[in-house]
């Protein structure tokens, strides 16, 4: 254990593992609370593998296998398909989760007909695009977690600057229109602030996993309080931790994904809040549960000519 946080201080590779996989879990968390309470649990997952056409139409344009170019194409295709979403469910009769369906199937199966054109052109860069499907934390340099830095940054001062907006959109839309709030412009901002997430966590865990990282340690959070702004620091605290803890399991021994081991261990964070969360834990609930039986028990009134309760 000393040897392994030896290496997480000292070891290049190891730091900016860890420091990605850090600020991926930070911002999902954060951002993936409003998608959990607002239902939206498929729009990561949507939005992810609306990057992959995005990722290709870099490359084939720019022929570069920078992170930097692939993920502003990234960023510009996922935000698309985000509009897209948003759009048919405004335009048309069609269901949130129907759009959502739709817009993940549509992009990733156009992006999967793209990476096969660019492999069978023989281009001997192409090689490694594939990360972006599964993922490569490994592959992470200092540049890319000062990018993810940068830009996990801004996403979150921006929730932190509309906190009582986005929190009325979440709960009350309704209401919040009511009171004149821009309900369409501030649901295209949060939606967009999800696939900026998006972006962020693409080249760790890949578009088939990032929806994980968002969901995951929102809906562990969610097990532990009933205040949105708890929730959401508990959730980047968990996505935090499942971040560093994965990468350092990755690092114990060889041939360990990081990605898929981030994944888990946010998961095993899920399943241990699901039993004993302070809030909706089955423990703690069962406990109240039998508290209050036993209260109303206690407190009922005898029936006539009968002692009461015990």
Sequence with gaps: ???????????????????????????????????????????????????????????????????????????????????????????????????????????????????????????????????????????????????????????????????????LLSFDPDFAASLGYPMVKLNVLLTSLIAVAVIIGIQAVGVVLMAAMLITPAAAARQWTERLSNMIFISGFFGALSGVTGALISATGANLPTGPLIVLVATGILVLSLFVGSSRGFVWSWIRDRRNRREALGGAPAAPGEGGVR
Excluded at 54 to 63: D, E, K, M, N
Excluded at 115 to 144: C, M, P, W
Aim: glycine residues 12%.
């Design 1 to 167: 254990m000393i040897e392994l946080l030896t290496d997480l201080v000292f070891d290049y590779t190891l730091r900016n593992v860890a420091l990605g996989s850090a600020v991926l879990g930070v911002v999902g968390g954060a951002l993936g609370s409003f998608a959990v309470l607002r239902r939206q649990g498929l729009l990561g997952d949507a939005l992810a593998h609306a990057a992959l056409p995005g990722v290709c139409v870099a490359f084939i344009l720019t022929g570069a296998r920078t992170s930097a170019v692939l993920l502003a194409g990234a960023a510009l295709s996922a935000w698309l398909g985000a509009l897209l979403i948003l759009a048919v469910v405004r335009q048309t009769r069609i269901k949130q989760d129907a759009a959502l369906g739709i817009v993940l199937s549509v992009f990733f199966g156009a992006g999967v007909v793209l990476l096969t054109y660019i492999a069978g052109t023989g281009d001997a860069g192409q090689g490694g695009l594939d990360r972006f499907i599964f993922g490569q934390a490994a592959t992470l340099v200092r540049d890319d977690v000062v990018t993810m830095g940068v830009l996990a940054a801004v996403a979150l001062f921006l929730v932190a600057l509309l906190f009582k907006e986005f929190k």
